[in-house]
């Protein structure tokens, strides 16, 4: 009986408080009809019973907290995603996804075709259009403000469905809050050592391939490489490939050039001994522990670790337990474990495991860019040829303090 007692003594407060608030105004303000506070007996749950109650065909869960960091545009960036889940038989098309303020001033509104891009499921990584009966899909939601006292601590979701069956035609989920974290991305130096052209591919946060790449472990989706980088770089003529044969990782600009650390920490893991794949073509096969070739986690404090994978066999100069500072020598790019052409994966996670762990922004001190890549497109069909790919400059080109590199820029670290 506790718990009921216990909400109606809510009730009872909340009628209270609104007495002693509304005594000095002219009209009492009546409480909303149909709002019964209650506590369920068995969970302890709190919940605000309306007697008005709305049908809800698509169930909108998001994960978070979310972190926001400033990019490479100058923009202070807020990214997350949203669990949908159609609930019914209908197939519901998603016509408008709207972000609020909780002052409720709208902060982005997408039409029908923005929703569709910004909404994936496993095999298909954007451009889902519809949710037929009990299909799942999450929606990538990403906005850009001026500054960080711009971002708000709480942003709501309201997502609009159409589906021929619903009684009005539509049905608006929502509103879904993500909660802002304050907490500060971790600012940190270079993962390479010093040199011109290198790519941020498959950067924050439109690419795909790290920021769409949920992984079922354990009974729960991890997103580690929420923030990942495939770190490439371009010769004097804009080619990954500098030497004569694709096919050979050591034709590629980038293969062999250090690895460095980019915080003082801890190197907590070790993965050595795996050779270099043939350039052109992910592997046949890779279990999930090899997946990132002879790689390094490092624990840099306050429970964050950073990740470098696919370097050289035998190039790994640090051991499980080495405390590293800042621009030391790691190993060696190359291209080990699950890839098809050599790089550098680097990423920051809230924990030690590259795969039970959820990805976390960061930037980078001091880095200049000269320009980007003009398209994922162009670079995935020019990566591994000898041909030069097609570069255009950024308004933002020159020294860039503090940011994240975002998806494509040419970075010059010195
Ligand atoms: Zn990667």
Redesign the pocket.
């Given at each position: 009986m506790a718990p009921s007692r216990r909400g109606t003594a809510v009730a009872g407060l909340l009628a209270a408080g609104a007495m002693v608030i509304t005594g000095c105004v002219a009209a009492p303000e009546p409480a909303e009809p149909g709002v019964i506070p209650t506590t369920s007996p068995i969970s302890g749950e709190t919940r605000t019973t309306t007697t008005a109650t709305a049908l809800t065909p698509l169930l909108v869960t998001a994960r978070g907290p979310v972190v926001p960091f400033t990019g490479s545009d100058g923009k202070v960036i807020v990214t997350y995603e949203l669990a949908l889940e159609n609930t019914t038989p209908l197939t519901l098309t998603p016509t408008k996804v709207e972000v609020l303020a909780p002052s409720g001033a709208v902060l982005q509104t997408l039409d029908q075709a923005q929703a569709a891009a910004a909404l994936a499921q496993p095999t298909k990584r954007g451009g889902v259009q519809q949710l037929t009966e009990a299909q799942t899909a999450t929606l990538y939601v990403t906005l850009e403000f001026g500054a960080r006292p711009d971002v708000p601590d709480r942003l709501d979701n309201r997502i609009t469905v159409s589906a021929p069956g619903l009684p009005a035609g539509t049905a608006t989920a929502g509103p879904v809050p993500v909660t802002v974290s304050p907490f500060p991305p971790p600012v940190l130096g270079p993962p390479l050592e010093p040199g011109t052209r290198y790519v941020a591919a498959?950067s924050c946060c439109d690419s795909p391939?790290?920021r769409r790449a949920p992984l079922p472990i354990d009974n729960r989706v991890w997103l580690a490489?929420r923030f990942?980088v495939?770190w490439e770089q371009l010769d004097d003529r804009n080619r990954t490939v500098t030497g004569e044969n694709p096919a050979d990782p050591a034709d590629y600009t980038i293969y062999g050039k250090r690895t460095i650390a980019a915080a003082d920490g801890t190197v907590v893991h070790v993965e050595n001994g795996l050779p270099d794949q043939k350039p052109g073509a992910l592997p046949a096969t890779t279990s999930p522990a090899q997946a990132d070739g002879n790689s390094v986690v490092i624990d840099i404090g306050g429970g964050l670790h950073m990740l470098y994978a696919h370097m050289q066999n035998g190039s790994i100069v640090v051991n499980e337990g080495q405390r590293v500072t800042r621009g030391e020598q790691l190993g060696l790019v190359g291209n080990s474990g699950n890839t098809s052409a050599p790089h550098l994966?680097f990423h920051v996670m809230d924990g030690p495991s590259p795969l039970t762990s959820e990805g976390v922004p960061y930037t980078i001190d001091s880095f200049a860019t000269t320009g980007e890549i003009t398209s994922t497109a162009a670079f995935d069909e020019l990566e591994n040829t000898t041909r030069p790919l097609p570069v255009r400059p950024l308004p933002g080109d020159g020294r860039h303090r503090d940011q994240m590199p975002l998806d494509r820029v040419l970075v010059t670290f010195s």
């Open positions: 498959d391939r790290h490489q990942a495939d994966h």
